[in-house]
């Protein structure tokens, strides 16, 4: 038993679909992107693009005896997304922020009447867009 030698053609078609794949793949995560979804919207003749960012996430815990705590991550620089969807042909016109729960965790307080709360969310940046 030998070992497969490929071709030199076999090794260029090989490599080929691998390169195809590899733009396949980088084309796939970039229309994912935010500035994906605004060159599609401006292809399609959408004058508002809408986008929701989250900025920083808020982590709720109750501790026996103790109480409610909240552990926030840092905040989000998104002035790379802004300008990433401004170059396919936006500009920003508007901007809010929202907080969005995504979770609470409540126990009993111990040896008292009543309720320890913690809630988890995320601070959004919503920005609004319109067509140059």
Known sequence: MGFFNPTPEERAEKEQNRAKA???RLE?????S???QARSAKSLG???FQIDVPLSQTTGRTVAMVGAFANSTETEDCSNVIQS???EGWRLEHV???YRITGSVSRDKFLA???QEAVS???VGIYIFRAI
Not at 28 to 32: E, G, H, I, L, P
């Open 22 to 24: 590899e733009r396949s």
């Open 28 to 32: 796939r995560v970039f229309a994912a």
């Open 34 to 36: 935010p500035a994906g």
């Open 46 to 48: 959408m004058r508002i």
């Open 85 to 87: 969807i401004e170059e």
């Open 96 to 98: 809010g922020y929202v």
């Open 113 to 115: 009447s009543g309720q």
């Open 121 to 123: 969310g995320e601070i």
